[in-house]
């Protein structure tokens, strides 16, 4: 079985985005790793030739910023990440550059690809999702989160990113056929100095919004206060990945949230009764569950 990771990144050090951590993190259950570094104006093409340089390959490339609706630029990007991994591989592992994978996940994930390789009835693998926010110490409670999301699929060419490349589709629009496995996600991209955060907010709304939107919609200030932005959040009492712990040593802001003071919005709350007591996850799912499909294959 042969594994290859996938992402694409562009000005990584201006925006602070932790692309080397979610390489890393995956690394050592790939064969090899296809980053698209799209033109910058800092050294993240230094950066990631740094990464390693033996499993990495490096794909150097412009993002047509004139795909300014729905953030298409980040699928063009993905795809073209995608399109270089070679056909010898049975799997195709994509991380984006705030995400990382805890350790513990590792032999999860693997053992998963092994079981699932040669069944042409699945696509790909669906992960959990832990969002974090303004701190390594709280994690998003609300629904407006994505719970879960499509990480590993299979390496077939007619799979591609979808929209602004949070998911895939194949074919013509279709679903992809996932398993559910025992794996997170760690979702650190609303983790950053206050200052790239406001950064990044002004720079990557302009590929979903014109700017009379922007205009509106952006505050002019050189941090963002993530306190004005809070919906609902829960304390994270676990460990982080080990490729984190330099990062998370090196914080210098402070955010502090008394989670006693959650307000849940009438439509978390109907979300919330429907999953509970009715069993209904409403959800967006740009996926399609092989129903009991992992328990039958144990």
Known sequence: MKVTGFTFVKNALIYDYLVVEAIKSILPICDEFVVAVGKSEDETLELIKSIDPVKIRIIETEWDESLREGGRVLAVETNKAFAEISTDSDWAFYIQGDEVVHEKFLPVIKENMERYADDKRVDGLLFHYKHFYGSYDYVGASANWYPHEIRVIKNDKSIYSYRDAQGFRKGDNQKLKVVPIDAYIYHYGWVKDPRAMQKKRQSFNKLWHDDAWIEENIEK??????????R??????????????????????????????NRRSGKDKAKGILKKYFGVDTSYRNYEILKNYSKKKA
């Open 221 to 230: 200030v050189d941090k963002f206060d993530y306190e004005s932005h809070v």
């Open 232 to 261: 609902e959040l829960k304390r994270f009492t676990d460990g982080h990945p080990a490729v984190m712990q330099p990062r998370i040593d090196k914080l210098n802001w402070k955010f502090e949230y008394d989670i006693s003071e």
